[in-house]
């Protein structure tokens, strides 16, 4: 591209990313990128901008020719599918946010890009602000990972802040996330733990080489979180954290998981609180790095836009080089043990889900909760069932990677 | 460069950076890129590694043009600099990890860059294995910074939490850091702030475009902390940590200073611990950015400038696009006023540094302690002073850009 030229960008959606972007631009006044068309989808909807900047026919911004740019910024994950497999087909460079749209459909847009020789980057669609995708992909391209794990969610980060650092009631604390414009437009993908899911979905492709269908990554939420929870938390000393984390066993397989964990004092994520995200990468050779930053809001998932906006103008595109670099795809450690908390009213849950069952901490006629070790496969295949129960559970530490090193919990008796 | 081949890499010094680059290349074996020649100073040292891989002749490595690049880990930085101009003279392609050096020299070594064709990158130079230039270089390079400040010493940090978390005294700790590898050959650079320094001159480059001298910046050191002052962290409910640390003020102007600083439990710095270094980033948009990881030791350092050999071969370079966009050079805010706690025993002292002071900590025969508001040209007159009279200076919140923040102290009387 003509680098002294205003570059022409067309943007899908006008929600919180997009105002956001629109925003940065409006007051940057020195970059050279000018919005030329506003796609949105509903022409009664009352909109910030005079009506005649935008359009309503994604076909028409799709067959602009005079748009340098696209940036994709829909909350819908279908629509955004069309869009971006639409404009990388004709070759365009493409900028989205669309987490869901990327976990799902990975293998293939490569494969558009490949084919047809556009360019798709996605830095807002995980952590927000934090350029993690960027670092892991570029900085950490040659070192051997052996984890990354972090909070990925700012929406339900936000809430357990409320609901541990201000005594606020669950839905208090969902309101206050919804109205701050942090949450999805469902707020069940943010607090049931879907949107981690595909968030770790992405970081595993570029951290461990491995494209997972988020159908194999057994997800909880906090959407289930009771009293009793917050006492067994408070009691360990702990706050209770959303963790996605992927990490690498001694036999080179993979352990990817969406879980509620405690997080006591001494743990980096403990500090990432409100709409924080915070991901932790452990290299083989620098050791733990922690990346914290805004994981939600309009102007730091806006400037995160913009900065692969300006990244695709200077000829950027992932290198993938964890993928072309891999032997083999390293498989899914099914046999994994994770030491969890489990409160479930429901006595056949418990049967199912082959628990070694550690401790009875409560056994009251109406709840149940214990800890024990339970694995992967038994996680993957129960969890439809867990949250069909109501049922909630949660690691006792957020350092999936050594159970040994779980610091032990206290007997607690629930009352 | 030819990518399929193997890159031969010139090493000068052979360190605790050289070695960690030398057995990282060793372990990763399907790394493209050779040690070929390991350039270091003294034949009658006894090294890991048979004679013949070295040369003692720094000339003979410079004009060997089957090297591809060259790599500066030596510690003395006039060595490096003859070193470094020289290879860029020949428009070579060197990585160093030398800080000294690029804040000494970074005008000169830009204009070498563009004259002869040469590329020098320093990823290793601050805050160890956090990529921090390259983030800011590349991901923030569009979005207006207001501060980046934080921990960039990895020894002095060290010591200060064995001080704090294990009641160590000083010199123990500082012979455990030296034993450990985290200091400099001249451990005094780490102490007395000049490191950090020369760490947050060449930050100030990236993140504000403005070339710093050393000699511009004030810098305050661990070196004379005395139990007083850690008895006033204690009384506080606060840490001390030593913060480098640079800000724009509303009129556009920079405040650079290197400061030991009280550190409460809410600070995002209170979490590095030990060797590791903390960054954070705060933009205009993305608001505050945390980047923690290892700030010293032969791995994360080595990991540093393998990221740096990686991209200088793959054709990178920095394009210091902050100081290509800015329209005048910020100048710096001499009359910025920053709250502090000073002891010192010499009343000339006090006299001389114009200091408003606002309460009276102490006044014992033999140590008075002060707390009040001193501006920046008063720290940079009197900073040899201040350390020539073994005075402890500390700031009294981390965050100097906000003095009004401060979280007021208590009213201590020290016995």
């Known amino acids: 591209m003509d680098s002294n030229r205003i570059l022409k960008i067309g943007l899908f959606g006008f929600g919180c990313v997009g105002q956001g972007l629109y925003d940065i631009l409006a007051r940057e006044k020195n970059l050279p990128f000018q919005i030329e068309k506003i796609c949105v989808k509903d022409p009664a909807k009352v909109r910030p901008l005079p009506a005649e900047e935008f359009s ?79 670092t892991v992909e570029e900085y950490f391209s040659n070192e051997p990972l052996e984890r990354v794990h972090g909070i990925l969610n700012g929406s339900s980060n936000y809430i357990l802040s409320q609901i541990f650092q201000k005594q606020k009631p669950y839905a208090d604390a969902l ?43 057994a997800f909880f939420g906090i959407d289930s979180l009771g009293n009793r929870d917050l006492e067994f938390a408070r009691q360990n000393g702990s706050t209770i954290k959303l963790v996605a984390s992927v990490h690498l066993t001694p036999e080179g397989e993979i352990v990817p998981l969406v879980l509620p964990s405690l997080v006591g004092d001494a743990d980096d994520l403990k500090m990432v609180e409100q709409e ?22 309009g102007h730091p998932t806006g400037a ?16 993938y080089k964890k993928l072309q670099q891999r032997q083999a795809e390293p498989a899914l450690a099914l046999d994994f043990q994770i030491e969890v908390y489990l409160r479930t009213s429901d006595p056949n849950l418990l049967e199912s889900l082959d628990f070694y069952r550690q401790r009875i901490i409560e056994s ?42 779980v610091k032990k919990y206290e007997a607690v008796e629930l009352s």
């Open 304 to 319: 995160a836009v913009l900065s692969d906006v300006i990244s695709i103008s200077n000829g950027y595109r992932y290198g």
């Open 276 to 297: 924080f995200n915070g991901v932790v990468v452990q290299g083989g050779y620098s050791g733990p790095q922690l990346f914290k930053g805004k994981g939600a809001g």
């Open 56 to 134: 309503f026919n994604p076909e028409e911004v799709l067959a602009d020719d005079q748009l340098d740019l696209l940036v994709e910024a829909i909350s819908d994950a279908t629509e955004a599918y069309g869009i971006v497999t639409a404009a990388l087909r004709k070759g365009r460079r493409v900028v989205t946010a669309n987490k869901k749209l990327v976990a799902y459909h990975l293998p293939e847009l490569l494969e558009l890009q490949e084919q047809f020789g556009g360019v798709l980057l996605y830095e807002a669609a995980v952590a927000g602000g934090i350029p993690i995708i960027r």
């Open 175 to 217: 309101k206050e996330a919804q109205d701050k414009g942090f949450a999805e437009l469902d707020p069940w993908l943010d607090v049931a733990g879907a949107d981690s899911r595909h968030k770790l979905c992405i970081l595993t492709a570029h951290a461990f080489g491995r494209t997972l269908a988020p159908q194999e990554v």
């Open 364 to 405: 009251a006629a109406d709840s149940d909760s214990v800890v024990g070790m339970v694995t992967l496969e038994s996680l993957l295949r129960n969890q439809d069932k867990i949250r069909e129960a109501g049922a909630f559970i949660l690691a006792l530490s957020s350092d999936f990677a050594s159970p040994k090193n």
